[in-house]
């Protein structure tokens, strides 16, 4: 039985976490965070900033999180280290 207020039977989460499947484990555990901790709380402007994160090309993305580049954008750079501050 599913519960609808269970955030994993939320057919928006489950699109988002389809959308969120890389090439890296590590860029999907990043995002998989998000989406467990933060997803259901965060305002439409939040959320809409997770949803440009996705456009960006993994090879950017790895490089951002993992400090080896600075992200131009500042709303991006400010999610990243939220969601790199969110538990495992």
Do not use: N
């Amino acid at each position: 039985m599913s519960d609808a207020s269970d955030p994993t039977f939320d057919p928006v989460i489950k699109r988002l976490r389809w959308r969120s499947r890389r090439g890296m484990r590590e860029l999907d555990q990043l995002f998989e965070r998000y989406l467990d901790h933060a997803w259901q709380d965060d305002s439409e402007e939040q959320r809409a900033v997770f949803l440009a994160l996705l456009e960006c090309e993994d090879d950017k993305l790895w490089r951002w999180f993992m400090g080896y580049e600075d992200c131009p954008d500042a709303a991006l750079a400010q999610l990243m280290e939220r969601i790199r501050q969110l538990p495992a």
